[in-house]
């Protein structure tokens, strides 16, 4: 496995990170599905494992993913296994899940959830810790603010950004004083990342990494979906409904697809490659967080790690799915 700055931050992650979102399982945030197809926690814990012996050392949470239950599964998990989270990269986020508050960058709000995550996680302290997306409301000052003083009391060791637009990341950046940015990025969708893009610009001025979320465009790029016969997602997963999952979709990509079954392989390992190293060409990325559920998909992120794609290869990939 190799590894790679995490900005300023003098922290290295291993360029293949895993994301926890999978590990909330169905769940609603104000009556909106925001989860996934719940998880059984021993095919979980093999996953894990597969990931700690390749050298995975860093794992993305968030307090919204299952409400708390996707926290509070990695440290289980991570203790069944006898790791030591602290000898790991742990990040987790505020501001999807506001609870009681008006606003989840209220302060106040920051703090309890702060507090709560440090609990669910077992842990004295938090790595890196995101704010979830960029919309502060009138929270942008104060927000900031309370983070750089959960760092000063040693709760929080870096601040993250994620965010979902531009607009969102540069308001941002110049108050939050981030070391690492977060938002999505796949071959589907590379606007984040692409050299001249005007995030990059953004990156290289304040010398940050990005961590690139749903690199296998949430199992898009894994041909993995028959348009004949489609997936029947569950109440409280947010892929129900949503018209990148459904049969027109798959049909549309299909020859797509196809095209790089015939240049790379064409198992789901060399297409989960393929997606993840498309990413990781990319400047200033550091890792790809993608998901995992039990031990193949495991697997085929970790040797997603192995390949190595020509500056011809990422060419033809952007090309062929653009």
């Known amino acids: 496995m190799k590894y790679r700055p995490l900005g300023k931050s003098g ?3 291993s360029e293949i990170s895993f994301g926890c979102w ?4 169905l769940n609603w945030v104000n009556g909106t599905p925001n989860g996934w197809a719940n ?5 979980v814990t093999r996953a894990v494992k597969i990931a700690l012996d390749a050298g995975v050392n860093h794992f993305d949470n968030a307090d919204v993913y299952g409400n708390g239950r996707a926290e509070q599964m990695l440290r289980r998990v991570l203790d069944r ?3 030591r989270s602290t000898d790991l990269v742990i990040a987790t986020k505020i501001g999807h899940f506001p609870g009681t ?5 209220e302060p106040a709000h920051i703090r309890h959830q702060c507090e709560q995550s440090l609990i669910n996680l077992g842990r004295e302290h938090i790595d890196l810790y995101y704010f979830h997306h960029g919309s502060f409301g009138d929270h942008l000052e104060e927000a900031a603010a309370t983070m750089l003083d959960l760092v000063a009391e040693g709760k929080v060791r870096f601040i993250g950004q994620s965010a979902y637009s531009v607009e969102d990341f540069a308001r941002a950046i110049p108050v939050v004083k981030p070391v690492v940015l977060q938002s999505r990025a796949h071959a589907l969708a590379d606007d984040f990342i692409k050299v001249g893009s005007p995030l990059q610009a953004l990156m290289d001025e304040h010398e940050l990494s990005f961590v690139a ?3 296998l465009a949430q199992g898009l790029l894994l041909d993995k979906f028959d348009p004949k016969n489609p997936p029947a997602f569950e109440e409280g997963d947010y892929r129900k409904g949503r018209a990148d999952f459904e049969p027109a979709n798959f049909e549309r990509l299909k020859p797509k697809l196809a095209k790089l079954k015939e240049r790379f392989g064409d198992t789901v390992e060399d297409l989960a490659a393929v997606a993840l190293q498309y990413v990781l060409a990319h400047p200033n ?3 790809a967080i993608p998901g995992f559920r039990n031990e193949r998909q495991a697997a085929c992120n970790v040797a997603g790690g192995n390949r190595v794609l020509s500056k011809e290869d990422v060419e033809f990939v952007r090309a062929t799915l653009s």
Not at 22 to 25: K, P, R, S, V
Not at 39 to 43: F, T
Not at 101 to 105: K, M, R, T
């Open 22 to 25: 999978t590990m909330g399982g």
């Open 11 to 13: 922290l290295e992650v």
């Open 101 to 105: 508050a008006a606003h989840a960058y």
């Open 285 to 287: 990325v550091c890792c």
């Open 39 to 43: 998880v059984d926690e021993d095919e």
């Open 81 to 83: 296994l006898g790791v």
């Open 213 to 215: 979320f749903s690199p």
